[in-house]
T-cell receptor, first 116, second 116 residues
Framework: QQQVKQSPQSLIVQKGGISIINCAYENTAFDYFPWYQQFPGKGPALLIA?????SEKKEGRFTISFNKSAKQFSLHIMDSQPGDSATYFC???????????????FGQGTILTVHP | GAGVSQSPSNKVTEKGKDVELRCDPI?????LYWYRQRLGQGLEFLIY????????KSGLPSDRFSAERTGESVSTLTIQRTQQEDSAVYLCASSLQQGRKNTEAFFGQGTRLTVV
């Protein structure tokens, strides 16, 4: 019940295109869904996050779409740029309650390559 | 400090030796997490600290792994009798507790451990 499944494993997009990465979760107790961006040799950095009381959140070129009934959420990167080439991880956690609130359960990651 | 700091950045050790990995969280962050990232994989949760207590150690893979934390400061992850399967990047993250919620987790750059 703790798994978060992410797809695709890798994605190649042309500059200016739309990158879409999908995640599905099982644990209905999760109430916080962040996306992290990781460049080689660096730790993951928070990109954007959503709570389940909204269906969409947009920050610049990055949008999270959230479907609570399907237990799925996705990251859309509009006008993808070569500088967006990185590994993207979805994650889920309980922000409050339980014994380890804030503990993140991560998807397996998606390697995004944006060609110029 | 300005961010989460981990040392060493890289560690090569011989099979059977013990290693200590250090994490300096962001000042004032009461929550601290250790994760392991194997090559091409997502992040696996290891242990969670709230202050200097560890309410969730469920991710530690074996009794060769242990961690401690001094107050709300430095944490050390110790791996005894290292095995080749312990080779991975070990990431530390910290976050601020507000009431019974933890805020955004900030990650360090990780320690790349190679067991030869």
């Amino acid at each position: 019940q703790q798994q978060v499944k992410q797809s695709p494993q890798s994605l190649i997009v042309q500059k200016g295109g739309i990158s879409i990465i999908n995640c599905a979760y099982e644990n209905t107790a999760f109430d916080y869904f962040p996306w992290y961006q990781q460049f080689p040799g660096k730790g993951p950095a928070l990109l954007i996050a959503i709570r389940p009381d909204v269906s969409e959140k947009k920050e610049g070129r990055f949008t999270i779409s959230f479907n609570k009934s399907a237990k799925q959420f996705s990251l859309h990167i509009m006008d993808s740029q070569p500088g967006d080439s990185a590994t993207y991880f979805c994650a889920a956690s309980r922000r409050a309650g339980g014994t380890s609130y804030g503990k993140l359960t991560f998807g397996q990651g998606t390697i995004l390559t944006v060609h110029p | 400090g300005a961010g989460v700091s981990q040392s060493p950045s890289n560690k090569v050790t011989e099979k059977g030796k013990d290693v200590e990995l250090r994490c300096d969280p962001i000042s004032g962050h009461t929550a601290l997490y250790w994760y392991r990232q194997r090559l091409g994989q997502g992040l696996e949760f290891l242990i969670y600290f709230q202050g200097n207590s560890a309410p969730d150690k469920s991710g530690l893979p074996s009794d060769r792994f242990s961690a401690e934390r001094t107050g709300e400061s430095v944490s050390t992850l110790t791996i005894q009798r290292t095995q080749q399967e312990d080779s991975a990047v070990y990431l530390c993250a910290s976050s601020l507790q507000q009431g019974r919620k933890n805020t955004e987790a900030f990650f360090g750059q990780g320690t790349r451990l190679t067991v030869v």
